[in-house]
């Protein structure tokens, strides 16, 4: 009975984390379920490697021992022992320059009925019979999860929204929390693909995306509003009205603003996700323009503008 390579078979690096292999997992059960592949013997087959290959790896008692008796697996199997303990003398041995393996009949180990159910005989004579499937539970699997990607507005993700789909011919509603997110996963449990003969059925995955706003640029539960003010403003200081998410703001520019600074207005960014009444800020940029066509006036003014400040200094 040859080893099985999990970490092959879902297509991750030994080092991948839950996450990873979870999102491996979904997206290959997705691939190779029966309910896309029927009468397809092959894709079934693939489908219950993948299942045994994620039932290991994802569950953390089962990775660690997996992960520790390797390919040495079947010669702990008639030992006896504890896995760790057998796993602990396995390397003293092998550092004391003994090798340490089981030399009597592989019958011995595999036994003679390990017939595969929902698991292959490797499992089950890997992690005990405690992972073999009964006669009623054969053949049964889990259906796979569902991504589906969901835009919404910035004003949306600002103020929360309630939406209405449809999916697998069933009509869902889910709520978008103030202060949502790009990227943000919302999970329904049990609203993803069928289970194949009784089994439980997967989740879905609504990926919400926020589209972008021609006012604001987001970072993080801060907004960034650009905007341009003249040469006289700069200077001298003055009114400004600026846009938000619940409406527009006359705010007042100090004097003496270079080109490129920042004011910042508290509490009028993105609601802070989960945490209530807490907003991040809106940072307004301020780019100053040149006047243009001067008038010969205007230039003669500027000229006095000069000799001042150079009198100044």
Do not use: C
């Not at 079947?74 to 320059?97: E, F, I, L, P, V």
């Not at 069933?170 to 709520?175: A, F, K």
């Not at 009114?239 to 006359?250: D, R, W």
Request: charge should be positive; proline fraction near 3%.
């Amino acid at each position: 009975m040859n080893y099985k390579d999990y970490y092959k078979t879902l297509g991750v690096s030994k080092d991948a984390t839950t996450k990873d292999i979870k999102k491996a997992y979904r997206k290959l059960a997705a691939k190779y379920h029966p309910d896309k592949n029927k009468n397809d013997k092959t894709a079934e087959e693939r489908f219950k490697e993948l299942n045994e290959a994620n039932e290991v790896l994802s569950n953390k008692e089962k990775r660690e021992k997996y992960d520790t008796l390797g390919s040495n697996w079947d010669a702990y199997q008639n030992t006896g022992d504890d896995w760790r303990d057998y796993a602990n003398r396995a390397n003293q041995n092998k550092r004391g320059g003994n090798s340490y393996s089981y030399q009597g009949d592989p019958s011995d180990i595999f036994g003679q009925g390990a017939q595969g159910g929902d698991f292959s005989s490797f499992f089950e004579t890997f992690f005990g019979a405690g992972g073999r499937a009964s006669a009623g539970q054969r053949s049964s699997y889990s259906g796979g999860d569902t991504q589906a990607e969901m835009p919404i507005t910035l004003l949306e993700a600002y103020k929360g929204s309630k939406r209405t789909f449809e999916i697998h011919n069933e009509n869902l509603r889910i709520t978008i929390k103030p202060g949502s997110y790009d990227g943000q996963q919302l999970k329904i449990k049990g609203k993803g693909q069928k289970g194949v003969k009784g089994g439980k059925r997967g989740d879905l995955y609504i990926i919400l995306r926020v589209q972008q706003d021609p006012r604001f640029i987001r970072k993080s539960d801060d907004l960034l509003y650009n905007t341009s003010i003249d040469l006289y403003t700069a200077i001298l200081g003055g009114k400004l009205e600026v846009p938000t998410l619940t409406g527009t703001l006359k705010i007042t520019v100090p004097k003496g603003n270079e080109n490129g600074k920042t004011l910042r207005l508290k509490g009028k960014g993105m609601p802070k996700y989960g945490k209530h009444s807490s907003y991040g800020d809106l940072l307004v940029k301020l780019s100053v323009t040149m006047p243009k066509n001067l008038s010969k006036e205007e230039e003669e003014l500027f000229k006095k503008l000069q000799d001042l400040s150079k009198h100044k200094v």
